[in-house]
């Protein structure tokens, strides 16, 4: 396939671009500053752009098969990137007619598919109120998604943590999986590629876990 990663610099974006390169993929890694991408290869193509003119990402979009994104906020400083990187993103997207695009969101957007213990949702609640500008700006992306003419998915981790990749995480679509507390960035990289031709994930948020 033919895939553009935003945000590739970043700890999911660089591992999507890594694993889409090690599965035979051609990739264009669209980043403000060459420099901090560390991941090489003969199908790389590296594009520097301003993430917030669609204009300039057009041809980082154009004949593409997928889009893949990890642009968010790091910290609560940087609440609205969100939003504002996405909406160009989809601006370019859709002025090339490209449709599939996976993003990364947060588990705290989806509910769970059963009753969840206690602990568990009160921990939710405690990270919820002190992020809650982050999530304030990832709802404000998911509704620009719904309302966009893409394919979207939106990927919804709990809390990432640097470990090796393991393929073996939990996936629920429409909802998260029951006490889901954490996933490696490298598997969250993981499941995002394999949801790229799957239907059943298109306009939907799908949670993923250990």
């Given at each position: 396939?033919?895939?553009?990663?935003?945000?590739?610099?970043?700890?999911?974006?660089r591992?999507?671009?890594?694993?889409?390169?090690?599965a035979?993929?051609?990739?264009?890694?669209?980043?403000?500053?060459?420099?901090?991408?560390?991941?090489?290869?003969?199908?790389?193509?590296v594009?520097?752009?301003?993430?917030?003119?669609?204009?300039?990402?057009?041809a980082?979009?154009?004949?593409?098969?997928?889009?893949?994104?990890?642009?968010?906020?790091?910290?609560?400083?940087?609440?609205?990137?969100?939003?504002?990187?996405?909406?160009?993103?989809?601006?370019?997207?859709?002025a090339?007619?490209?449709?599939?695009?996976?993003?990364?969101?947060?588990?705290?957007?989806?509910?769970a598919?059963?009753?969840?213990?206690?602990?568990d949702?009160?921990?939710?609640?405690?990270?919820?109120?002190?992020?809650?500008?982050?999530?304030?700006?990832?709802?404000?992306?998911?509704?620009?998604?719904?309302?966009?003419?893409?394919?979207?998915?939106?990927?919804?981790?709990?809390?990432?943590?640097?470990r090796p990749?393991?393929?073996?995480?939990?996936?629920?679509?429409?909802?998260?999986?029951?006490?889901?507390?954490?996933?490696?960035?490298a598997?969250?990289?993981?499941?995002?590629?394999?949801?790229?031709?799957?239907?059943?994930?298109?306009?939907?948020?799908?949670?993923?876990?250990?």
């Amino acid at each position: 396939m033919e895939l553009t990663v935003f945000g590739a610099t970043g700890g999911v974006g660089r591992e999507v671009v890594r694993q889409a390169l090690d599965a035979g993929h051609r990739v264009t890694a669209v980043v403000r500053d060459p420099a901090r991408l560390t991941v090489t290869g003969s199908r790389l193509r590296v594009f520097p752009a301003d993430l917030a003119d669609a204009g300039a990402l057009r041809a980082a979009v154009a004949g593409r098969d997928a889009v893949l994104s990890g642009l968010g906020a790091r910290r609560k400083a940087d609440a609205g990137v969100a939003t504002r990187l996405t909406r160009g993103v989809l601006d370019a997207m859709e002025a090339e007619g490209v449709r599939r695009l996976l993003v990364v969101s947060a588990a705290p957007l989806g509910t769970a598919a059963g009753r969840e213990p206690l602990l568990d949702r009160a921990v939710t609640a405690l990270v919820g109120a002190v992020l809650k500008d982050v999530y304030a700006d990832l709802r404000a992306m998911e509704a620009a998604l719904a309302r966009s003419a893409t394919d979207w998915t939106s990927v919804r981790p709990p809390r990432l943590l640097d470990r090796p990749l393991t393929g073996r995480y939990r996936t629920a679509v429409g909802a998260n999986p029951p006490s889901a507390r954490v996933i490696g960035r490298a598997d969250v990289a993981h499941a995002m590629l394999a949801m790229v031709p799957d239907p059943a994930t298109v306009g939907q948020g799908v949670g993923v876990a250990y």
